[in-house]
């Protein structure tokens, strides 16, 4: 294996979208070995491609992304945010939409997923809630907006069956997220790398990302949960994944422990956060 020419490679993909390969070129390589071989470039011309033709990377990102996501994932969370959060952001928000986001959404079963508890609570007008579903990846925000899941499909391992029965229909392609919930959920790209420059994303009243850190180094992930914190209203959610840690990054969020899980908040402007972990 070209050694220098993967880590630029590596550092170029790094740079792009935040996910590393540094340590793993081997594996680089290996998901990018059927793509070389279909445009019979090097790993050096491959590289040069990707400079020069931006429409490459759609095509490099559906190679390197994990999109594992299912309907009622992580269902603790889920429980706090349709008993806890959305009561109290009915309360307090009144006069605009209550604004939702599922940063690396995926497939979309997180944010339909979202819609469906807003729903069950009472929340039914795109008045009262939008729910901002994106991802990097256009193949499964194309799947998302389509809101069709094949009947078979592993999409529903762990989603109740009243949810089922309420808010998808049975069709000959596959379940179909019904309308009530479907208008309630948009979706777009956004690479959590280029939040910066997104001011339209301010004032977000919960942000759902969860389990996309773990494919990010430290830099990284204090790079994008600072963005998230920033595009956080105050008063506002973040639900991370069980495993993403933030301690030590210096993020002023307050932790929330819940039975079976854990959730952060961000703080009134007159209120003094510390620091996680500091
Ligand atoms: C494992 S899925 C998680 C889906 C969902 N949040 C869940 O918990 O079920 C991770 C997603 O993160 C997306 N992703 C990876 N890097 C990204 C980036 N820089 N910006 C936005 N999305 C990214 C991938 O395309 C993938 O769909």
Redesign the pocket.
Known sequence: MNQLALQSLAQLIYDY???HFMQNLAMLERKLTPRLAELGHTIGEYRRRLETAPEEWPIV?ELL??????FY??EHQLEQFQHTVLPELMQRVRERPIRVW??????G??PYTLGMLAVQKGIFLPESIRIVA????ER?LQIGRSGVYGKGSLSFRRMPKSLLEQYMEDTEWGFQIKDSVKKLVSFEK????ELESRKELEGFDVI?????LI?FDVPTIQKVVQSLYRLLSPGGYLFL?HADSIIGMGIPLQTINAPNTFYYKKGFENENIRSIGS
């Open positions: 979208c935040g996910l990102i992304t994990i999109n594992e996501t299912y994932r992580e599922s940063a690396a959404c995926s497939t079963e997180e994106s991802d990097i990846n499964v956004i690479n959590l790398l759902f990302c969860r389990n996309v494919y994944g």
